[in-house]
Nanobody
Framework: QVQLVESGGGVVQPGGSLRLSCAAS????????MGWYRQAPGKQRELVAR??????AYLDSVKGRFTISRDKTKNTVSLQMNSLKPEDTAVYYC????????????WGKGTLVTVSS
C-alpha cells in the first residue's frame, strides 16, 4: 500500500537546474528519513542526499550544488539540483525509511535525469 511518486526528471543542458520531488502515501504512519539515490548505467546505486531526524547527508560530489528539503505536512521530499554536470546523468530513486522498529524501507520507480548538450 505504500507508494512513492517521483516527478521532475528530464533533460537539461550542463549548468542547468532541475527539481525532483517525491510524495509518500499509503500505510506509513510516520517517516524517519527520506532521501534520493541514483544509479548510472554500469555503476552502483549511490546515496545522493538524505534528510533525517538528526540532520542530513550529501554525496561529496553534489555538495554545494544540490539541496534536499522535506515537507512533513505533505510527506514529500525534494531535491533541488543546480549546476548540473553530465556525470549527474542517472536514474534517481526516492527512498523512504518509516519510523519504527522494523527496519523497512521503500523505493520509488525512479526518474531519469539526463544532462547533455
Amino acid at each position: 500500500q505504500v507508494q512513492l511518486v517521483e516527478s521532475g526528471g528530464g533533460v537539461v543542458q550542463p549548468g542547468g537546474s532541475l527539481r525532483l520531488s517525491c510524495a509518500a502515501s499509503g500505510s506509513i504512519s510516520s517517516i524517519y528519513a527520506m532521501g534520493w539515490y541514483r544509479q548510472a548505467p554500469g555503476k552502483q546505486r549511490e546515496l545522493v542526499a538524505r534528510i533525517f531526524s538528526g540532520g542530513w547527508a550529501y554525496l561529496d560530489s553534489v555538495k554545494g550544488r544540490f539541496t534536499i528539503s522535506r515537507d512533513k505536512t505533505k510527506n514529500t521530499v525534494s531535491l533541488q539540483m543546480n549546476s548540473l554536470k553530465p556525470e549527474d546523468t542517472a536514474v534517481y530513486y526516492c527512498n523512504v525509511v518509516p519510523d519504527g522498529p522494523d527496519g523497512m524501507n521503500y523505493w520509488g520507480k525512479g526518474t531519469l535525469v539526463t544532462v547533455s548538450s
